[in-house]
């Protein structure tokens, strides 16, 4: 016969257990975002979200650090500082869900004056790295100079937008500082104030201007010529010149390419990331070589030595987006009069090796698809 008294003291400590937990959540200083707060609260400088599911165990397990670190931020953060900590049910939420394409749960994104980060936040989750990664989001995206000849001394391998003005209480300088916020893990920042600018710009006209890496280009610094009261609008400017048409795929960046929706033109070390070439039954010594991963298989471009010819690549990529590419993967060249041949034996393209580099689903999360 069960041990009545032990079974009830089980029961107690697991009641107690559960209302320490529900009353730290409900408690808890991370602000509900619903839709009628949403667009209100996205105004403010930084917002670090939360999208969770209730049912959805590593939600329940994230929800009293992610409001423990509210707490704390707001005791560290001086008042009036423009920031929320916030979270989003997804499942009450399903608007907001959608809106920034949540599929995994819990996922924790960043806004900043109301414009997604293109990174998600995948650092260590707890109290203290939650609090010092929003410090460190708010520290100043922009460097000052004092003299002009402070600028001759910059890297000049790295991407800047160098702004000139008379004063910083301006608005012009409000819309250049939230763009430097926007685009801060891209480009450099810098600016002169007063005497420091006064030879780079007409009086009472600031002027912004784009200098490019030098190891890549040898183009003179290119003036923006939009508003300067326009946020998107310089933010766009902004953000075609910092980030390269044409980026390097590393084991580092790898996991936050591979969420990008849009095709990208990447560059890879065929050395360090020699498991795709043996996937294509190549070695590094066929490179250089072009392929496209499409995160189920990997379609190699047939001679390198055509890329010059014109049309060629974005023939390629047309014969992807057709169907052309996977279909002659299995069942070899389409005949010439187009018309399918079902006779031709079918063949296995080479299986995507980069798609293990995207998130595990293993990780912290569940997807949909997985219920």
Request: glycine share 4%.
């Amino acid at each position: 016969m069960p041990n009545n008294r032990c079974f009830f003291q089980f029961k107690c400590i697991i009641f107690t257990i559960l209302s320490v937990f529900l009353t730290h959540h409900v408690n808890g200083e991370a602000v509900q975002l619903t839709s009628s707060n949403f667009d209100e609260l996205m105004k403010n400088e930084l917002v670090f979200i939360n999208f969770y599911a209730e049912w959805c165990r590593f939600s329940n397990i994230l929800a009293p650090i992610f409001d423990e670190a509210a707490d704390k931020l707001k005791e560290q953060l001086p008042s009036g500082a423009s920031v929320v900590m916030g979270k989003v049910d997804c499942d009450k939420e399903s608007s907001i869900a959608s809106r920034f394409q949540i599929t995994k749960y819990p996922t924790l994104k960043i806004i900043k004056n109301g414009q997604p980060a293109k990174r998600e936040y995948r650092g260590q989750r707890s109290v203290e790295a939650f609090v010092e990664f929003i410090k460190k989001q708010l520290e100043d995206p922009i460097r000052e100079f004092n003299d002009l000849k402070e600028l001759t001394d910059l890297d000049d391998k790295k991407r800047m937008v160098i702004g000139y003005f008379d004063r910083k209480d301006v608005p012009e300088y409000d819309t250049f500082r939230k763009v430097a916020i926007h685009l801060k893990d891209d480009c450099q920042f810098h600016v002169g104030f007063g005497d420091a600018s006064r030879a780079m710009h007409p009086p009472n006209q600031p002027i912004i201007v784009f200098r490019p890496d030098k190891a890549l280009s040898n183009d003179q610094d290119e003036t923006y010529k939009g508003s300067l009261l326009v946020f998107d609008e310089l933010n766009i400017w902004a953000q075609e010149k910092c980030i390269p048409l044409v980026r390097k795929i590393t084991f580092e960046n790898a996991e936050e390419l591979t969420e990008e929706e849009n095709v990208n033109f990447l560059t890879a070390d065929g050395f360090k990331f020699a498991h795709p070439l043996h996937h294509l039954g190549k070695s590094p010594s066929d490179l250089p070589l072009i392929a496209i991963d499409s995160f189920r298989h990997m379609y190699l471009f047939p001679r390198f030595q055509d890329i010059d010819e014109d049309g060629k690549l974005k023939q390629f990529l047309r014969d992807l987006y057709s169907g052309k590419l996977h279909r002659e993967y299995h069942y070899g060249p389409d005949p010439a009069n187009k018309l399918t041949d079902d006779s031709r034996t079918p063949t296995v393209p080479p299986e995507s090796t980069f798609k293990k580099l995207a998130p595990s689903k293993n990780r912290y999360t569940l997807l949909k698809d997985e219920l």
